[in-house]
Structure formats: C-alpha cells, structure tokens
C-alpha cells in the first residue's frame, strides 16, 4: 500500500479489549503472567516493550519498509545505542557537517572508547572512498544535511561500502527527509535513523528516536539490547504521540515542502540574500542527485544574509510570524541562527540563518521575511 495509507494504518489495531479504535495508551509497566507461569500475550515490564511502543515500532518498520524497528527516548539515544556497539579501535566515517550532536556523542560521550573517526565531505565520492580502512566499522550519512543542505548520493555510498567489506554497516539520518521523500534502505543502506522529535511527531510536543533495518545485523541487535539494559525508552504517552502525529505526516511534508519551494524562489531573487542553501534550486549543487533520490525537497532551509553576523541577528529578531527556536518539523515556522546556538568552533557560517518551512500560508510566511529583510542595507 502507498506511504498515506501505511501512515494511518500501519500498527493501528481495534483494541479488542474494548472496540476503541484509537490505541489506549498503556501506563501499566507490569503484565500479568499466566498460571503456568508464562506470559501469553507477550509483554512482561514496559522497559522491555509495551504496547503502545510495539504499535510505533510496527508502523516505523512498515514506513521505511524495513524488518525491523526500535523507537528511542530520544535520536541522539539511537546515535548512542549504535555508535556502543562498535568496538575500541573501530573505525567510523561520517560527514564533516554531521548533526553537531553526533560529534558530541563520539568525541565526549565515547572519547575514552578508543574508535577511530573520519569526516569526510561526502558529497565527493573520491575522498568518501579514500575514508575507508580494513578497520572501518560503521558508515554514517546524513542526507539532506544540517544546516548546509548537502546532498549525498545514497546508492553510490551503499555501493562503495558494500564493495569495501560484508562488515561495514551504513545508516543514514533521514530526519530532514523523512520517510515520505526519501526511501534510504530501497538505495541499499542498511539501517535509517530518524529524530521522529521533528516531522514524525510533527507537532513540537515530543521527544524520540527511531532505528530501522533492512536485515537483521550485529549493530542493529546490540542497539536493542543497549536500550533493554540501558533503559532509554520512550514512554508510552510518547509513543502514543508520535504515533498520532505520523497519521498526517505525509500530507504535512508535502505541504512543508511546497512552501520552502516558494520561500526559496523568493529569498534567491533578494538583493539581500547572498546564497540560499535549497536542493530544490537548480542551483544547489547537490540538486540533481535530490532530484533522482527524493520525491521532494523538504521543508528545510537556509540561507545566507549580505553582511554576516549582524546582519543574520538583525533579520531573526525582525521576524514577526517565524518564531526564533532551534528544532525544527512543526506546523509553525522556525527561523535560527546556527551559529551561536553550535558555539565558538562552529563550521557554520556566520551569518547563516537556518528555517524550518511550517504549515502557514506561503504569503504570510513571505510577507514576514520580505519586511525582516528590509532591515539589512543593500
Ligand atoms: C534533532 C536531530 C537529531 C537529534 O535528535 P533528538 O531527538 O534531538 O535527540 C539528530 N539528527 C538530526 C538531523 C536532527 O535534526
């Protein structure tokens, strides 16, 4: 069935209990055991699973069209879980515009680990292939990527490492593209991971973490045993939510992804606006492999305002409709400034401003960026 119907459907089930045909959500953490001291109906303490996670892991398993699925408490316990199973003296490559929390979770969480990091620009495919050694373990591509909007060939990647080594395991972070635009194991990779706290949710009300696979791999086991004993589950409540958001998920992309077309057109034809970063442009350099691996380009955004920093802040606090936060997949627009949120070793340009492309109408969210530019000279 298409992607609409699965949303909807996918782990939905009338409860039998009652008819409900909206899942309850599941408080207990304990389930009854039989008289022979087994447990029929399959759940035994919430750490372990529950009913209303199995419901969100079934229907996240069916949207990527994986095997298997593990919903987080949060994406960066997915990044955690996953960078655990490798062992000291692995070798990881990722992009050098990785999601700054991932350099976090490999420099400070697992600085005493002992693994190896590469971050390449892989969105060349010379110095991707130059990256990988005997001892390379896990490959890490995030596409579209944040806040730049790199784009990276995924069925080159899957294609490059799979010709490398049966023990190197790809996984892409998808939270940009969502499983709507972007299908990553259909391109061969192995695993997807989602910060479902963006459009899966969709609503800026919850926090969570999703890995998918294509086949059952050491990685992808070990990450479920690190969140059995480790304990970084999402709460029933949680897995409800993200659940309830997921049923419009498809329709709300589509719609995201046709304002930030507009916005887009708009913001490069502006005398202020010295680069605009949008796989939709034609010219984004990464806009004819968006083309043939994305249905559409997304919600996302950024781009550059003529006379950097200040200029950048002037613009965001001059925004009347986008609202200035960090985060990014809800119904309202986000305007940041990446920069100052990464900190002084920040890659970002400086006056970069990143926007996440909410449900509004399109001239509105234009008006308010067109009377917020004019505060920049030109
Ligand atoms: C937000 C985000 C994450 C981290 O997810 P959390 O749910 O905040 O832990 C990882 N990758 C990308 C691309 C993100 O935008």
């Not at 620009?121 to 490959?139: G, K």
């Not at 939270?175 to 991971?193: E, H, K």
């Not at 802040?313 to 001059?318: P, Q, R």
């Not at 305007?335 to 340009?349: F, K, Q, V």
Request: some cysteine; overall charge negative.
């Amino acid at each position: 069935m298409k992607i609409e119907t699965r949303a909807v459907h996918a782990g939905r089930h009338i409860d039998p209990a009652t008819g409900a045909v909206t899942a309850p959500i599941h408080l207990s953490t304990t389930f009854e055991r039989s008289k022979e001291a087994d447990y029929p109906r399959g759940f035994i303490y919430s750490r372990d699973d529950n009913p209303n996670r199995r419901a969100l892991e079934e229907c996240l398993a069916s949207l990527e069209g994986g095997t298997d699925a593990i919903a987080f408490s949060s994406g960066l316990a997915v990044a955690t879980a996953l960078v655990q199973g490798l062992q000291p003296g692995d070798h990881i490559v990722a992009p050098d515009d990785v999601y700054w929390g991932l350099r976090k979770v490999i420099g400070e969480v697992f600085g005493k680990w002992g693994l190896e990091t590469s971050y390449v620009d892989m969105t060349s495919m010379d110095e991707f292939h130059a990256a990988l050694r005997p001892n390379t373990r896990l490959v890490w591509v995030e596409t579209p990527s944040n806040p730049l909007m790199k784009i990276t060939n995924l069925p080159t990647i899957a294609a490059l490492t799979r010709q490398a080594g049966p023990d190197i395991l790809t996984v892409c972070d998808g939270t940009f593209a969502t499983p709507v635009l972007q299908q990553p194991l259909d391109c061969g990779i192995d695993m997807v991971v989602h910060s479902t706290t963006k459009y899966l949710g969709g609503h800026s009300d919850v926090i969570g973490g999703a890995l998918i696979t294509r086949h059952a791999n050491p990685l992808f086991e070990h990450a479920r045993k690190s969140q059995k004993f480790g304990g970084s589950v999402p709460s029933p409540f949680d897995c409800w939510l993200t659940l309830r958001g997921i049923d419009t998920l498809p329709w709300r992309v589509r719609a995201q992804s046709e304002n930030a077309m507009r916005v887009a057109q708009f913001l490069e034809a502006h005398a202020a606006v010295e680069k605009v970063h949008y796989p939709g442009l034609p010219s984004h350099p990464g806009h004819k492999v968006a083309a043939r691996q994305m249905s559409a380009f997304g919600g996302m955004l950024s781009f550059e305002v003529r006379g950097g920093r200040a200029a950048a802040l002037a613009v965001a606090a001059a925004c009347e409709l986008f609202i200035r936060a960090t985060s990014l997949g809800g119904g309202h627009s986000l305007i940041e400034h990446r920069a100052s949120i990464e900190g002084p070793d920040t890659r970002t340009p400086q006056g970069l401003l990143r926007v996440s492309i909410g449900l509004e109408h399109t001239d509105d969210l234009i008006a308010d960026l067109a009377q917020a530019l004019a505060t920049v000279p030109v």
